[in-house]
């Protein structure tokens, strides 16, 4: 068997419609457009939404819930064993987002408590987890809040 002997199942592909090839073909004439109006012109589209002018069902659904959007703070996370793994004994943001473990050194930082580290580090972050601050202390390490 070669490359270009390969072929679909049978019955997984159909043929497309081929419009406007006479009134055999059931789609010859208007090509399933109808007659007149904005449809059956060139360029007409209509939003998968749209529902003819009627109120929208996301409009007409009544609002509920909280959002915390305008004023939530969203943290970059790292975890402890990843801290583990840097060569120094320093860590703040512009450390992590060198080592690629954070996506922007401008955005904030929450040091999380998950893994063991292994040795005293001084660490600068936004906010810490309180098991993340009794781990690093615990060896003689800091951890610094922003």
Do not use: C
């Not at 929208?56 to 659904?61: C, M, N």
């Amino acid at each position: 068997m070669n490359l270009g002997e390969l072929k679909p199942a049978a019955g997984s592909t159909k043929d497309t419609k081929r419009l406007g090839r006479g009134p055999g073909s059931g789609l010859g004439k208007t090509s399933g457009r109808g007659h007149k109006g904005s449809g059956a012109r060139s360029g007409s589209k209509t939003r998968t939404w749209f529902e003819g002018g009627q109120m929208s069902l996301q409009r007409r659904l009544p609002k509920r819930g909280f959002s915390n959007h305008l004023f939530r703070k969203d943290y970059q996370i790292v975890n402890l064993v990843m801290l583990d793994g840097l060569k120094v004994d320093t860590v703040d943001s512009q450390v992590l987002f060198e080592n690629g473990m954070i996506r922007s050194p401008y955005k904030p930082v929450k040091i999380l408590a998950d893994g063991e580290i292994t040795r005293a580090v001084e660490v600068t972050a936004d906010a810490f987890s309180s098991n993340a601050i009794a781990k690093i202390e615990k060896l003689g390490g800091s951890a610094k809040v922003l």
